[in-house]
């Protein structure tokens, strides 16, 4: 039997240690009294360390910089574009935020200056902080894949920024006539959400079968295989027999130009047209990732993993699907469990304290129809300066799971979507 | 092995001045416990189809989890997660989910 955390274990001592301590600590009490957090991004990962960080210690002063007034959430946007939830049922606002004493400032930080400890906003104002997180979310490698730039996304939209673009996909779903093609195209890895594009596959599936089943869906990945594969795979064989041809890096999946005009994608061997397109660029650390030195030459940001400190900025942490936290996979949960950790590491060096050995857990559900859900888990640990997987514990549905195990997994899928948002954003 | 000090000593320095702040989020287990509120809901109130875990008590909560990770009580995904914990991580957070409920 392994030892307790780290964490855990000195939380215990701590309560015995008060009494003898008390007379000592008035200067770090001063500083955490006063400390300053800027947080950049309102979304799993943003929202959360703001919040957590009051939770933790409600005197250190929580400044949330976020463009958005509202925000729409990746997770549970298949929900939308394949017809079962309207868009408000994914739209969060920041009143919970603010009823906990954050300031939120709805602007765009367009730079983190680790030097002067401050972030530069758009409309010219200037936040200073003690320690600053970070969470941008993903932006895109525009023109990495010939033809797919900013410019094509109102006709071939990505859809993987929630928000006007899950709308546009819905409607032009909804405008396909029946027999009509639909082709989807995801990154290549590392991205954003791996199950997100066989749940897309699954939800417009169920949407075709429906309501317009003699319709199609052509899969063009660059991978050798995709998230949850096999569960998907048998789920669409059952449920939609004959609607899904996938083709992977195999079989002339790899797409090397958008030709938007022609609705067409363009692969080694051929051409695909499609009437309504889904392309999801190859994908990177949000912008203010490489404006402030974060990011490095793979596009994402390094950090040490246990109090997510970037290893290229001191003071600045990076969490969620911008940092490289490899083997957690780019998911809302791990952005959320990775922003509690990091808000419990920077409450406690700002009292004067190292921060706890971390411990993560990450649950990926996905919906292969609105009641038959499958799911991937994994426990992580911190050993040796890295996150490693927890040995013996996580993985998939069984494959030969039952459709009562299959039901309860879709509502709690739904379930989980509706305790993590209000956790987030109240 | 290196003591909580300062954060310890905030409470005390904080409940004298009558402010208080939520150290009391950072105590055993709470850390932990924190990952169980993405699906079981802040505190442990469920929103959804997950069981609500507030107001449990710690030796009932702390004996299931370890039913699931043993295989004794069945699940869907409880036994992948919890084979990721220890006993003494599980008791840990266990006694802060219990103790919070009270």
């Known amino acids: ?426 | 092995m290196k003591l909580r000090i300062p954060i310890v000593a905030g409470v005390l320095l904080a409940s004298a001045f009558g402010i208080g702040p939520a150290t009391a989020e950072m105590a055993p287990g709470a850390v932990l416990a924190n990952t169980c509120y993405s699906c079981h809901g802040t505190e442990g109130k469920s929103l959804g189809a997950m069981p609500t875990i507030h107001g449990k008590p710690a030796e009932y909560l702390s004996t299931t989890l370890k039913a699931f990770r043993d295989g004794q009580r069945p699940s869907t995904v409880m036994q992948r997660i919890t084979k990721g914990f220890n006993d003494a991580e599980i008791d840990a957070l266990a006694a802060y989910l219990g103790q919070k409920s009270k």
């Open chain 1, 1 to 426: 039997m392994k030892k307790i955390s780290r964490r855990g274990f000195n939380r215990l001592l701590g309560a015995s240690g008060a009494a003898v301590a008390t007379g000592l600590a008035m200067p770090a009490i001063v500083n955490a009294a006063s400390a300053r957090v800027v947080v950049i991004g309102g979304g799993f990962g943003g929202a959360t360390a703001a919040r957590y960080l009051k939770r933790f210690d409600k005197t250190i002063n929580v400044t949330l910089v976020e463009p958005s007034t509202k925000f729409v959430t990746c997770p549970f946007s298949n929900t939308v574009i394949g017809g079962l939830k309207p868009i408000s049922y994914i739209t969060h606002g920041f009143d919970g935020l603010e009823a906990m004493g954050i300031n939120v400032v709805h602007d765009l930080a367009v730079n983190v200056d680790a030097a002067k400890k401050q972030v530069k906003l758009a409309q010219g104002q200037v936040l200073s902080f003690d320690r600053c997180i970070v969470s941008p979310g993903i932006d895109f490698k525009w023109g990495a894949v010939k033809g797919a730039t900013q410019e094509i996304i109102n006709d071939i939209p990505h859809a993987w920024k929630a928000g006007p673009q899950t709308l546009l996909l819905r409607k032009q779903l909804e405008a396909m006539p029946d027999g009509g093609v639909f082709i989807i195209s995801p990154p290549v890895n590392p991205f954003r959400c791996p199950p997100g594009p066989g749940e897309r596959v699954s939800l417009v599936a169920n949407y075709f079968r429906t309501h317009k089943p003699k319709s199609k869906i052509i899969v063009l990945d660059p991978k050798k295989k995709f998230s949850k594969q096999g569960l998907f795979k048998a789920g669409w064989e059952r449920l939609y027999p004959g609607m899904v041809e996938y083709r992977n890096v195999d079989d002339d999946g790899v797409v090397r130009e958008v030709l938007a005009g022609k609705k067409t994608l363009v692969t080694d061997f051929g051409e695909v047209k499609g009437d309504v397109i889904n392309f999801i660029p190859p994908q990177k650390a949000g912008a203010i990732a490489d404006q402030s030195g974060l990011s490095d030459g793979t596009g994402w940001c390094p950090v040490d993993q246990q109090a997510f400190e970037s290893t290229l900025q001191k003071g600045v942490h990076v969490i969620g699907d911008a940092s490289i936290a490899a083997p957690m996979p780019k998911s809302g949960f791990s952005a959320s469990t990775q922003a509690k950790v990091c808000a419990a590491a920077i409450a406690e060096m700002l009292g004067g304290e190292k921060p706890g050995t971390p411990k993560f857990v990450n649950t990926c559900y996905s919906l292969v129809a609105p009641d038959y859900g499958i799911s991937v888990a994994m426990v992580y640990g911190f050993e040796n300066g890295k996150i490693v997987k927890v040995k013996g514990s996580g993985g998939l549905t069984p494959s030969d799971a039952n459709d009562y195990h299959l039901k309860q997994e879709a509502l709690y899928a739904d379930g989980w979507y509706r305790s993590i948002s209000t956790d987030i954003w109240g």
